[in-house]
């Protein structure tokens, strides 16, 4: 595994090498959720939330999110995104958000997909916070990931 720390000899931070790593079909899916109030809950479901469309709002926030990881990352490899979906659904004590991402290329999507999950939670507390600002974004996780040297993972 040494092939793959982020310091170099001397101890300094640096972005691992992949050019030498083949390309090949790669996803990640990961999951969160914002937990809010049953007034935000019933807010949402009757689409009558005061700032809007919430849900709407945090599937572009993910979306951007993910497109905008190696901004927000250091170290992440900017590559190519081929495919991001981020679904949005009210449960009954938390918005539950999940986001997928696609790529061909030689590094893996993980933190894209997290960052998606991250970025539309925010969006929906930013969306919330005048009717409930203890909403907090929790369980933020990979649920699973294709592809690579590694292979298939899923969380068990």
Same mark, same amino acid.
């Given at each position: 595994?040494?092939?793959?720390?982020?310091?170099?000899?001397?101890?300094?931070?640096?972005?691992?090498?992949?050019?030498?790593?083949q390309v090949s079909t790669r996803t990640a899916t990961?999951?969160?959720?914002?937990?809010?109030?049953?007034?935000?809950?019933?807010?949402?479901?009757?689409?009558?939330?005061?700032?809007? =469309?919430?849900? &709407? @709002?945090?599937?572009? $926030?993910?979306?951007?999110? !993910?497109? #905008? %990881?190696?901004?927000?990352?250091?170290?992440?490899?900017?590559?190519?995104?081929?495919?991001?979906?981020?679904?949005?659904?009210? =449960?009954?004590? &938390? @918005?539950?958000?999940? $986001?997928?991402?696609?790529? !061909?290329? #030689? %590094?893996?999507?993980e933190m894209e997909a997290l960052t998606a999950v991250?970025?539309?939670?925010?969006?929906?507390?930013?969306?919330?916070?005048?009717?409930?600002?203890?909403?907090?974004?929790?369980?933020?996780?990979?649920?699973?990931k294709t592809g690579g040297v590694t292979g298939d993972?899923?969380?068990?």
């Amino acid at each position: 595994m040494s092939d793959f720390t982020h310091l170099d000899d001397t101890g300094s931070a640096r972005m691992v090498d992949v050019s030498g790593k083949q390309v090949s079909t790669r996803t990640a899916t990961a999951r969160g959720r914002v937990v809010v109030s049953p007034t935000v809950v019933t807010l949402l479901r009757d689409g009558s939330l005061p700032k809007g =469309d919430a849900l &709407a @709002v945090a599937r572009v $926030a993910g979306i951007m999110g !993910a497109k #905008r %990881t190696p901004d927000l990352v250091p170290l992440c490899h900017p590559i190519a995104l081929h495919g991001v979906s981020v679904d949005v659904r009210v =449960d009954d004590d &938390a @918005v539950e958000i999940e $986001a997928t991402v696609r790529t !061909a290329d #030689r %590094t893996g999507v993980e933190m894209e997909a997290l960052t998606a999950v991250v970025v539309a939670g925010l969006a929906v507390i930013d969306m919330v916070k005048g009717v409930d600002p203890a909403a907090v974004i929790t369980d933020v996780r990979v649920m699973a990931k294709t592809g690579g040297v590694t292979g298939d993972w899923s969380r068990p």
